[in-house]
């Protein structure tokens, strides 16, 4: 399989991009975090100084937008889509010319396909189960 320069820039920018989206991701559920921490020791603090104020505290913690979790989910699972669409893509049309070639290996350049195209396919799923877990963790 031959390799030009422009599929290598193309894939070298793809992983940048996915590289990139990663570190943005773990910085905003950083500051995310800590944000979230800075508040309940802010509650704690208001709960501490009157009693009154303890169903207070606890409805606000109970009210914690799960923003964050759901950024990361759209981000894996969205990520994990694009690049199995791209690997299936490649995929198909390099068994498309393959088959061009050689018409006479039709069968078993088929058969191999589906074998890949499932895999691809399975690890996608894999991602969305991941963020399934990432929305409903503690």
Do not use: C, H, W
Not at 29 to 35: D, F, H, T, V, Y
Not at 118 to 135: D, G, M, S
């Amino acid at each position: 399989m031959k390799v030009n320069f422009r599929n290598k820039v193309l894939l070298l920018i793809g992983v940048l991009a996915i590289v990139a989206l990663a570190a943005l991701l773990g910085a905003g559920l950083s500051a995310r975090a800590q944000a979230q921490e800075a508040e309940n020791v802010q509650i704690e603090a208001v709960a501490d100084e009157t009693d009154a104020a303890g169903p207070a505290a606890e409805s606000a913690q109970e009210s914690d937008p799960a923003s964050g979790k759901a950024l990361a989910a759209g981000i894996a699972i969205g990520v994990a889509a694009a690049a199995g669409a791209i690997g299936m893509g490649i995929a198909i049309a390099k068994t498309n010319e393959s088959i061009a070639r050689q018409p006479e290996a039709d069968g078993k350049m088929r058969s191999t396909l589906m074998l890949g195209l499932i895999f691809i396919e399975t690890a996608i799923i894999y991602a969305l189960v991941v963020a399934i877990l990432i929305i409903f963790a503690v």
